[in-house]
């Protein structure tokens, strides 16, 4: 039986070192050209399987209201939460990411797939954080999968998800994932080497 899939996305996480990546691969002009393909990215995330629910969590600078936009238009749900007025931090952002992989291990049932977008390890060695919640879901038979750029992901979830789950490094994807803005389109996305974790097994899949 197919495995169903709910999607947590931080997408600052994921926007912020691709800037990093695109510099290296295509030069320093690319990191403020460099843009996310949303509709990539998502079908990346759920490799061809049925949704449950996803959902989005990043900030609310107006500049960003066309990005949530078509963010919203793969049919992710998408929480935005103001940064602090001194810090210029994003506030709540993990918490309430947090929230939704807790709602999952409650009210999904039977165990699915969590599919977790971030590179944020923080928190763990006091038991809070993403990898606290993925070790949660883990354990209750949840799959879990982590999509990170591999050069700013956390090393103990990225060895943790490679014990325990799947993780994907987006560099694989990167001209899929990505685009330059007035530049360079993304690529055609190709699943054949995206492999899967499923619920309530050891072994990987490949989609």
């Known amino acids: 039986m197919v495995n169903k899939v709910c999607i947590f996305w931080d997408n600052s996480n994921i926007f912020i070192p691709a800037k990093t990546v695109a510099g290296s691969r295509e030069g320093m002009f690319a990191q403020s050209a460099i843009r996310i393909h949303f509709n990539n990215l998502f079908d990346l995330a759920k490799a061809a399987r049925p949704v449950v629910s996803g959902v989005c969590v990043g900030s609310v600078p107006p500049e960003l209201q066309r990005v949530w936009g078509r963010l919203r238009e793969t049919g992710v ?113 190709n699943l054949t080497r995206r492999a899967c974790k499923a619920a309530r097994e050891v072994e990987t899949e490949t989609c």
């Open 77 to 189: 749900t998408v929480e935005l939460y103001e940064r602090g007025k001194e810090s210029g931090k994003e506030q709540g952002v993990d918490q309430c990411l947090q929230v939704h992989m807790l709602r999952a291990l409650a009210d999904v049932q039977p165990p699915q797939v969590a599919v977790v977008l971030t590179g944020d390890g923080a928190g763990y060695e006091e038991g809070t954080g993403y990898h606290a919640d993925m070790e949660r879901l883990a354990k209750a038979g949840w799959g879990v999968e982590v999509l990170s750029w591999e050069i700013s992901c956390n090393r103990k979830m990225k060895e943790w998800a490679k014990t325990n789950g799947v993780f994907v490094p987006l560099e694989k994807f990167y001209d899929s994932i990505t685009f330059l803005e007035d530049t360079r389109l993304a690529q055609l996305l």
